[in-house]
C-alpha cells in the first residue's frame, strides 16, 4: 500500500466538506480506498467519489446565497 500525502489529503477533505459535509473518516474511506483516488487532484477525487457512492451535494436543496452585484 502507498503511503497518502497529507497535503493531498488535507485538499481533498477540504473539498469532501464543501461539497458534501463530510471528510474522509466520516466515509469510510481506508487507506487502499484513497490510494485509488489518489493520482487524481483532490476537487475531482471528491466529485467523483460523490458520483460513485451517490451522496447527495451539500449545496442541491439549498443553493448557497451568496452577494450578487447588479448591474444597472
Known amino acids: 500500500m502507498s503511503k497518502i500525502d497529507n497535503d493531498w489529503l488535507k485538499a481533498f477533505d477540504e473539498a469532501l466538506l464543501v461539497l458534501f459535509a463530510i471528510d474522509h473518516s466520516d466515509a469510510d474511506m481506508d487507506e487502499f480506498l484513497l490510494g485509488c483516488y489518489a493520482d487524481l487532484p ?5 466529485l467523483a467519489f460523490g458520483e460513485d457512492y451517490d451522496l447527495d ?8 446565497h ?7
Do not use: F, I, K
Open 42 to 46: 483532490p476537487r475531482d477525487v471528491a
Open 66 to 72: 451568496t452577494l450578487h452585484r447588479t448591474l444597472p
Open 57 to 64: 451535494r451539500d449545496d442541491a436543496l439549498w443553493p448557497r
